[in-house]
């Protein structure tokens, strides 16, 4: 009927030009063909790979002959010996893998040695057995003062907080909190502020999960040292979007999740990094079988493993990491580097379009603006828009459109960079959009 487009109309088409441009321009575009996109038709915009990435096709596949070849057709041999003819001892069987993996991951994304990192548990256990294992160190270090302090921030995730209120309980340990703004992170001056003779562990998230915001790890590091205490990372929000160097900030201990940004599925395991220096020296506390120097021994009496492996404690999830493991080959081929180029690119396109389309409807933007202080994400909030957010997350969920919501007022726009394009981004800030316009 109407000949002449709305100005609304033209410029969705200038920014569907825009984001296809974009998206042509984009030197990891044949990444994303590697998701089993086709699996989820009625999602046109998935924003959500930083709490659940998607899956890959080569993990259908690589599971598939775990289950038929190695599971099948080696059965109980399988965790022992690689099918070579074996001798029984460790020679690359599955009872390697929680450290293999480890070494894979330190190398492709954690900017870590071999030796230091292994692959177990959930990241709330993990974070358990480094944060209580450093709190012991601290009441033995035989220092003049007993080391009998936690510091962490309010805005840590709440597996982190919760975790670190049962330490204090459980040991007398004081925790020392650091009121951190939910629209920015922890910086290393409040760390310096807060740290001191008493400390022992100091804890925090690289990316605030809320925020977005990118911490200055090794400055917080350094800081954290100063007091002479150790410090332990959560990377569960940068691991495989913001490269990572533990070994070169010289961070003591990390935790991180497998099924965000490295696409290893829901529940799959957790890793940890023990840096080589405190090998030997620090204990966690799950003492198991799988942590002894020789689990076959079945001998009396605990002796630990020297070395990294001592952080497992029963037996691994080894089903559950054939797909940590496609994602990180994946992950590897890519490039970290080349992985946040993009990760900038998609978030700065996501703020100006948040810019244009939402903030003028009210809507306030919680992630910095510099990029180098941000992640994979980008948070909005509802400010002076009075759209309910949960509502419009429910509303955008039925649409194709999957954020997530984070309360008490955020939407959750989560960029991965190897299975998100600029087009999806662009589909769902606009379906967001029209729901701000039509509260
Ligand atoms: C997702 C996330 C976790 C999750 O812990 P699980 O034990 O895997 O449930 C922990 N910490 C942070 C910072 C996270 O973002």
């Known amino acids: 009927m109407n000949a002449t487009p709305s100005a609304t109309s033209r410029s969705t088409a200038d920014l569907a030009a825009r984001a296809a441009e974009l998206d042509a321009a984009d030197p990891l575009a044949a990444y994303r063909e590697e998701f089993q996109l086709e699996a989820a038709p009625g999602v046109s915009a998935y924003l959500d790979g930083n709490s659940l990435g998607r899956p890959l096709k080569a993990t259908s ?84 003062e007993v080391r009998d302090e936690i510091v962490a921030d309010t805005d840590n995730f709440p597996t982190d907080r919760f975790v670190l209120e049962g330490i204090a309980a459980e040991t007398g340990a004081r925790l020392r909190w650091i009121e951190t703004d939910p629209a920015a992170g922890i910086t290393p001056e409040q760390v310096t502020a807060a740290v001191g003779p008493r400390t022992a562990l100091a804890t925090f998230s690289h990316v605030a999960y809320r925020s977005g915001h990118l911490a200055d790890a090794a400055a917080i590091t350094a800081a954290v040292h100063d007091a002479g205490a150790l410090v332990l990372w959560d990377l569960s929000h940068s691991v495989g979007s913001v490269p990572l160097a ?40 799950i003492q198991g079988w799988m942590g002894h120097a020789d689990p076959f021994a079945m001998g009396r009496g605990y002796q630990p493993d020297p070395g990294v492996r001592q952080l497992v404690s029963g037996t691994p999830p080894i089903v559950s990491m054939v797909p940590v493991r496609a994602g990180l080959e994946q992950l590897q081929r890519a490039g970290i580097d080349a992985v946040r180029r993009k990760s900038v690119l998609l978030t700065g396109y996501a703020l100006d379009l948040a810019d244009e389309l939402l903030t003028p409807h009210g809507v306030q933007i919680a992630t910095p603006r510099d990029p180098a202080d941000r992640g994979g994400h980008l948070t909005v909030r509802t400010g002076s828009s009075g759209v309910d957010f949960r509502e419009a997350t429910t509303r955008l969920w039925g649409a194709g459109v999957v954020p997530d919501f984070r309360a008490p007022d955020g939407i959750r726009i989560g960029l991965a960079p190897l299975s998100t394009s600029f087009g999806e981004v662009l589909d769902g800030m606009l379906a967001l959009q029209q729901i701000v316009r039509n509260p």
Request: glycine share 18%.
């Open 246 to 285: 533990l070994d070169e900030w010289g961070a003591d201990l990390a935790v991180g999740c497998t099924y965000k940004y490295l696409n290893g599925g829901p529940g799959a395991p957790a890793f940890a990094y023990l840096a080589h220096r405190h090998q030997g020296v620090l204990r966690q506390p």
């Open 61 to 144: 596949t690589a599971v598939e002959r775990f289950i038929t070849q190695e599971w099948g057709g080696r059965l109980i041999q399988g965790w022992t010996h690689d099918g070579q003819g074996g001798d029984g001892g460790r020679t690359g069987g599955w009872m390697d893998w929680p450290t293999d993996l480890g070494d894979l991951l330190g190398r492709v994304a954690l900017g870590a040695g071999a030796g230091q990192t292994v692959v177990a548990d959930s990241t709330t256990v993990l974070f358990y057995k480094l944060a209580r294992a450093a709190v012991a160190a601290g009441r033995a270090a035989g220092h003049d």
